[in-house]
Nanobody
Framework: QVQLVESGGGLVQPGGSLRLSCAASGRFVSINFMGWYRQAPGKQRELVARIINGGSTSYADSVKGRFTISRDNAKNTVYLQMNSLKPEDTAVYFC?????????????WGQGTPVTVSS
């Protein structure tokens, strides 16, 4: 079993910053990709950012230039640095990882961490 544990969410004023962390633990061979999704009230879950093996990254257009995803392979941890936060960034943020197990690959999700951007 693989677990993803997120931390770092909270309340921040518009223009502020937060850093989310997600640590993977359990039994697996490697992690193929890690990323962040978010889901605002009444909306569908959307991809925010993803980082794959080799370090290539991709971002939603709405966060380009403001958010940065990074990964510490030694710690099996992915980070999302969020700057210049806007009220529309308010959502529950979910960590996602594609994991290579001994005989198959699977995707896992964290439990979600809420981010509220409000004055």
């Amino acid at each position: 079993q693989v677990q993803l544990v997120e931390s770092g969410g909270g309340l921040v004023q518009p223009g502020g910053s937060l850093r989310l962390s997600c640590a993977a633990s359990g039994r697996f061979v490697s992690i193929n990709f890690m990323g962040w999704y978010r889901q605002a009230p009444g909306k569908q879950r959307e991809l925010v950012a993803r980082i794959i093996n080799g370090g290539s990254t991709s971002y939603a257009d709405s966060v380009k230039g403001r958010f940065t995803i990074s990964r510490d392979n030694a710690k099996n941890t992915v980070y999302l640095q969020m700057n210049s936060l806007k009220p529309e960034d308010t959502a529950v943020y979910f960590c996602n990882a594609g994991v290579q197990r001994l005989f198959d690959t699977r995707e896992y999700w964290g439990q979600g961490t809420p981010v509220t951007v409000s004055s």
